[in-house]
């Protein structure tokens, strides 16, 4: 896997949409393998740190700072030591599955050097690898994202509501991928509170809080 050795410092953090201040001066510390839960309503402004993070969405006030063993990285390249899954990602739908995990890993390699017939395996959809990605149930799409994310060969995992369409058989393998494949990563997961989507992570993130005040709680 590409160096773990990656920390991510958040200082004084504001994010606002026209005239509204989603949250602001929210600071924290992101260690290398930390698993930490951002949890609020709906509109909180939760996957919106997430985007901030990943390098897709610029900060109003405030900055992220990247450094990979004591060395600075740009955040524009930030995105190669990130892996990402969101309910609302878009996949390319004229793809097969099979041609989806290929094209894939053109851009990214998989943990362990996995191949992608295994990696369509682990992902419990190989009786559909033939069928295109638009004839998947939102269910189905949802665990090939999460595939996609937590095989990915990256340092940082950023889940956005990760169960999302997902029936309790299916929570369990995401539970069990995450386990098995993801306990070396720094993860950050976004969550309504939703106890099966971040039951490992050790941290977490109150968005309410940074309304005004700032907060972070250790379980």
């Not at 600075?72 to 004229?94: F, G, T, V």
């Not at 989806?100 to 191949?115: D, E, G, P, R």
């Not at 994202?145 to 340092?155: E, G, Q, V």
Request: some cysteine; hydrophobic content about 40%.
């Amino acid at each position: 896997m590409t160096s773990t050795n990656l920390n991510i410092s958040i200082l004084n953090a504001g994010k606002k949409f026209g005239t509204d201040w989603i949250f602001r001066k929210l600071d924290l510390e992101i260690k290398p393998f930390d698993k930490i839960a951002i949890l609020g309503l709906n509109g909180s402004g939760k996957s919106t740190l997430l985007q901030a993070l990943s390098g897709y969405l610029t900060l109003n006030e405030g900055n992220i700072f990247f450094t990979l063993n004591g060395q600075p990285i740009d955040s524009e390249i930030m995105y190669r030591y990130c892996s990402y899954a969101s309910p609302y990602l878009e996949l390319i739908e004229d793809f097969t599955l099979a041609e989806l995990i290929t094209h894939t890993q053109i851009y990214k390699a998989f943990v362990n050097a996995l191949s992608v017939q295994e990696v369509i395996e682990l992902s419990g959809l190989s009786e559909h690898q033939h069928k295109f990605i638009h004839q998947f149930s939102s269910g189905m799409k949802q665990r090939l994202k999460l595939t996609l994310a937590i095989l990915a060969d990256a340092p940082v995992l950023l889940l956005d509501e990760p169960t999302s369409n997902l029936d309790v058989q299916v929570i369990q393998w995401y539970q069990t991928m995450i386990q098995n494949y993801a306990q070396d990563k720094t993860i950050m997961v976004c969550s309504n509170s939703i106890k099966e989507e971040y039951h490992f992570c050790s941290k977490t993130i109150l968005m309410e809080d940074y309304k005004s005040i700032k907060k972070t709680s250790t379980k």
